[in-house]
């Protein structure tokens, strides 16, 4: 299941291939275990680099229900309630994620959240 994750965020950081492949992968990793915070996180920034703004959320809340303190998770959650007008819950979202780890920001920015 890793092996999908992790071949997706290549996928995904390679930019002559987009985020199509990533999202196979993904999808991949989330049917062998539903239940993976990782593989929930890794497929929601695919659906947010896709604009696939409501899958996103999906994939970011059901991290946060299974970690609550993931902060890839409430960094991505946030930043697509950005994306989508939502400020008060982007803010929320984002100091949560900086609470946790205080270079979120530089490390989203990374794979293309920012």
């Known amino acids: ?27 991949e990793a989330v049917q062998i275990e539903p239940q993976n915070v990782a593989a929930l996180e890794a497929r929601g920034i695919t659906y947010t680099r896709l604009g696939q703004l409501d899958n996103a959320i999906a994939d970011f809340t059901a991290a946060l229900t299974l970690n ?25 979202d984002i100091a949560a994620a900086k609470a946790v780890k205080t270079d979120i920001a530089e490390r989203m920015a990374e794979i293309g959240l920012k």
Not at 4 to 18: P, Q, S
Not at 68 to 92: E, M, Q, S, T
């Open 68 to 92: 609550p303190k993931h902060f890839d998770a409430l960094y991505g959650l946030g930043f697509v309630k950005l994306k989508k007008g939502d400020i008060p819950g982007r803010n929320a």
């Open 1 to 27: 299941m890793l092996a999908y994750v992790n071949r997706g965020r290549v996928y995904l950081d390679k930019g002559d291939l987009g985020p199509r492949p990533s999202l196979a992968d993904h999808n």
